[in-house]
């Protein structure tokens, strides 16, 4: 069928399944989660801003005054320097011995996880007649880095002899925090003070202490401390089905596109890749271009939704590389170009990107990530100046 009414075509060359992100939603979640915790706040920009886009959303809270970004590695640090972010970056992941020195000359915050690598920073540092700043890294029961709690006071000691780097901040990471019910969190906690004690023992001044993420931020106050890290409620989703919505949080993030192709499939007729789905009764379909080879996941093959029409209807048979079909059932209308919502709401009906998780078998943070650099990325809201100077600069 062709469209009736004027439809939302996109121009030639720009691909209509795009993710859309929201820049006044992350305005709003950055204001209400640091209204909630009532600390400085650094906000966790790793993994392309959780799929929202590194740069774009970094310049954005930037403007916005987040005191500090957070990353997982040196390079996505360098990516947001070379864009023009000045605001204090931490790389929160392991390092190299050999990265040392680029974290220095990029004016990136350090993660020291053990006495090897402070030892490592401080040889880079001194070989660049610099100062490191940097964070020390608690192990309280991830078990994944830094040094355990109840080793680190030789670890802080070593620390705080050290010439060549500044301690700006001591940290650890939440293994629980995203389920309210959990008792990790609370011996965490008690373990990471008891870390932090050495430094008042050692006569020493206390460094910023940090250590809640989104559930700890949503879930356990007493993990706020002097600054909180969060990512995932910053883009609006919660880590977890079992968390609170202790926070009036937005999703910043949807994922569109528009159907390609309409057909009527007769009753028996198998659709998609080995044929795993046949309809009952001659029936609806729509094609929509998108895949797994841009992030949407497959194993959404018969059991998620896409919303056309304002109407959720399922996705039938399997996902493929580039597109996959939706069932209209036997009445559904849609025609060509029709605007499809994947995650997202239309016409008051929703799809949130912790249904399409729950229906994926994973966690929300897997969905966001997996979006890759194929869909366009299209901001609304913001700061119109800011849009027009990373438009001036192509
Ligand atoms: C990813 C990460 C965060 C943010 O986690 P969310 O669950 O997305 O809030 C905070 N701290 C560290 C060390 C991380 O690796």
Same mark, same amino acid.
């Given at each position: 069928?062709?469209?009736? %009414?004027?439809?939302?075509?996109?121009?030639?060359?720009? *691909?209509?399944?795009?993710?859309?992100? =929201?820049?006044?939603?992350?305005?709003?979640?950055?204001?209400?989660?640091?209204?909630?915790?009532?600390?400085?706040?650094?906000?966790?920009?790793?993994?392309?801003?959780?799929? $929202? #886009?590194?740069?774009?959303?970094?310049? $954005?809270?930037?403007?916005?005054? /987040?005191?500090?970004?957070?990353?997982?590695?040196?390079?996505?640090?360098?990516?947001? !320097?070379?864009?023009?972010?000045?605001?204090?970056?931490?790389?929160?992941?392991?390092?190299?011995?050999?990265?040392?020195?680029?974290?220095?000359?990029?004016?990136?915050?350090?993660?020291?996880?053990?006495?090897?690598?402070?030892?490592?920073?401080?040889?880079?540092?001194?070989?660049?007649?610099?100062?490191?700043?940097? $964070?020390?890294?608690?192990?309280?029961?991830?078990? *994944?880095?830094?040094?355990?709690?109840?080793?680190?006071?030789?670890?802080?000691?070593?620390?705080?002899? %050290?010439?060549?780097?500044?301690?700006?901040?001591?940290?650890?990471?939440?293994?629980?925090? =995203?389920?309210?019910?959990?008792?990790?969190? &609370?011996?965490?906690?008690?373990?990471?003070?008891?870390?932090?004690? $050495?430094?008042? !023992?050692?006569?020493?001044?206390?460094?910023?202490?940090?250590?809640?993420?989104?559930?700890?931020?949503?879930?356990?106050?007493? +993990?706020?401390?002097?600054?909180?890290?969060?990512?995932?409620?910053?883009?609006?989703?919660?880590?977890?089905?079992?968390?609170?919505?202790?926070?009036?949080?937005?999703?910043?993030?949807?994922?569109?596109?528009?159907?390609?192709?309409?057909?009527?499939?007769? &009753?028996?007729?198998?659709?998609?890749? #080995?044929?795993?789905?046949?309809?009952?009764?001659?029936? !609806?379909? /729509?094609?929509?271009?998108? #895949?797994?080879?841009? @992030?949407?996941?497959?194993?959404?093959? %018969?059991?998620?939704?896409?919303?056309?029409?304002?109407?959720?209807?399922?996705?039938?048979?399997?996902?493929?590389?580039?597109?996959?079909?939706?069932?209209?059932?036997?009445?559904? +209308?849609?025609?060509?170009?029709?605007?499809?919502?994947?995650?997202?709401?239309?016409? @008051?009906?929703?799809?949130?990107?912790?249904?399409?998780?729950?229906?994926?078998?994973?966690?929300?943070?897997?969905?966001?990530?997996?979006?890759?650099?194929?869909?366009?990325?299209?901001?609304?809201?913001?700061?119109?100046?800011?849009?027009?100077?990373?438009?001036?600069?192509?």
């Amino acid at each position: 069928m062709t469209s009736p %009414s004027p439809s939302p075509v996109s121009p030639v060359g720009q *691909r209509p399944t795009r993710v859309r992100v =929201d820049l006044d939603a992350l305005t709003h979640n950055l204001h209400a989660l640091r209204a909630h915790a009532g600390v400085p706040l650094m906000a966790v920009v790793k993994a392309n801003a959780y799929g $929202h #886009g590194l740069v774009r959303v970094g310049l $954005h809270l930037q403007a916005q005054g /987040v005191e500090q970004l957070g990353v997982a590695f040196l390079e996505e640090g360098v990516a947001l !320097r070379r864009a023009g972010v000045h605001v204090p970056i931490l790389v929160m992941g392991g390092i190299f011995g050999p990265q040392a020195a680029e974290l220095i000359r990029n004016d990136l915050e350090i993660t020291v996880s053990s006495i090897d690598k402070l030892r490592q920073v401080e040889a880079a540092a001194e070989a660049l007649g610099r100062k490191a700043t940097i $964070h020390l890294k608690i192990d309280t029961g991830m078990e *994944r880095i830094g040094v355990h709690s109840y080793h680190a006071g030789g670890f802080i000691e070593a620390a705080l002899a %050290s010439r060549g780097c500044v301690i700006k901040g001591v940290y650890s990471h939440l293994a629980c925090a =995203d389920d309210p019910d959990s008792p990790m969190t &609370a011996r965490q906690l008690e373990r990471f003070l008891e870390a932090c004690a $050495h430094f008042t !023992r050692l006569g020493a001044p206390m460094p910023v202490r940090h250590l809640a993420n989104s559930g700890g931020v949503l879930h356990f106050p007493q +993990t706020h401390l002097d600054l909180v890290r969060p990512g995932i409620a910053l883009y609006g989703v919660l880590p977890d089905p079992a968390s609170r919505p202790t926070v009036d949080l937005r999703p910043a993030l949807s994922l569109v596109s528009q159907v390609v192709y309409f057909k009527v499939v007769p &009753a028996g007729h198998p659709v998609s890749y #080995g044929a795993t789905w046949a309809p009952a009764v001659d029936t !609806r379909l /729509v094609t929509i271009p998108i #895949g797994y080879g841009d @992030g949407y996941p497959r194993a959404l093959s %018969s059991r998620g939704d896409v919303l056309v029409r304002g109407q959720r209807r399922p996705i039938v048979g399997r996902i493929c590389m580039d597109q996959f079909m939706a069932d209209l059932g036997p009445d559904g +209308t849609a025609y060509n170009e029709d605007a499809v919502v994947l995650i997202g709401g239309q016409d @008051g009906q929703w799809i949130r990107c912790e249904d399409v998780a729950q229906a994926a078998g994973t966690i929300p943070y897997e969905i966001l990530v997996g979006l890759n650099g194929r869909l366009p990325r299209e901001y609304v809201g913001g700061d119109a100046a800011l849009a027009a100077s990373l438009a001036g600069a192509g």
